[in-house]
């Protein structure tokens, strides 16, 4: 083979690394930027993780050690909105087949 394709493979091959290098250089950047974007998005989330929550029950004591009353209190309201939860959910179906046999039967 004559020297100057040997000059053309050689310029061609460094042509090639120079425009990889480049390629992942650029490449690396925006992996950098997202990588470091996500980092900061984890760590907002992990400080509002350590903060205290602002619940209104958060100063009242434990229900264990609270007298039984209190906790049969606690039990019979949230019975209580079970059961009307419950009657609202039946009351609106009756309310959906009246309508529906209207319909059908109108």
């Known amino acids: 083979m004559p020297w100057w394709i040997w000059l053309l493979l050689v310029l061609f091959m460094v ?3 120079v425009i990889g290098g480049v390629y992942a250089l650029r490449r690396a950047i925006a992996a950098l930027g997202v990588v470091s974007e996500t980092g900061s998005r984890i760590g ?3 400080e509002r993780m350590g903060e205290p ?4 029950a958060g100063d009242e004591a ?9 906790a049969a ?3 019979e309201d949230a019975h ?5 939860r419950k009657e ?3 009351s609106r179906h009756v309310e959906a087949w009246r ?5 059908v039967l109108g």
């Open 88 to 90: 609202a959910k039946r």
């Open 80 to 84: 209580v909105g079970v059961i009307l």
């Open 62 to 70: 434990p229900i264990f050690t609270q007298p039984l009353k209190t």
């Open 44 to 46: 907002e989330r992990l």
């Open 53 to 56: 929550s602002q619940d209104e």
């Open 73 to 75: 209190e606690r039990y």
């Open 15 to 17: 042509a090639m690394l």
């Open 99 to 103: 309508r529906w046999r209207k319909g």
